[in-house]
Nanobody, 125 residues
Framework: QVQLVESGGGLVQAGGSLRLSCAASGGTFSRYVMGWFRQAPGKEREFVAAINWTGSSISYADFVKGRFTISRDNAKNTVYLRMNSLKPEDTAVYYC??????????????????WGQGIQVTVSS
């Protein structure tokens, strides 16, 4: 059983930055594709970014390209999401997720097997 715990969220002003972390336990983290998703109030969950186990393949949603950076440290069993130039529309609960079966980076939620509890990111205008 893989457990994922997010941290690093909070309240930030527009234009500011945050770094989310997701610590994994209970599995072989270095073999997993890891992803970040988010869900804003009244909206469906959406893909944000994902990274394969070596970091050689990364995918971003168009709305975060150039602003967000996903990375991972397999020695620490942790994946990160650096968020710069934050906008009020980035306000959401952010979730990290693990895909334990595939080698390629997936952008759909159903491709992921384990999820964190989510962490709130609020960007004020």
């Amino acid at each position: 059983q893989v457990q994922l715990v997010e941290s690093g969220g909070g309240l930030v002003q527009a234009g500011g930055s945050l770094r989310l972390s997701c610590a994994a336990s209970g599995g072989t983290f270095s073999r997993y594709v890891m992803g970040w998703f988010r869900q804003a109030p009244g909206k469906e969950r959406e893909f944000v970014a994902a990274i394969n186990w070596t970091g050689s393949s990364i995918s971003y949603a168009d709305f975060v390209k150039g602003r967000f950076t996903i990375s991972r440290d397999n020695a620490k069993n942790t994946v990160y999401l650096r968020m710069n130039s934050l906008k009020p529309e980035d306000t959401a609960v952010y979730y990290c997720a693990a895909d334990v079966d595939n080698l390629r980076v997936g952008v759909r939620g159903y491709e992921y097997h384990y999820w964190g509890q989510g962490i709130q990111v609020t960007v004020s205008s």
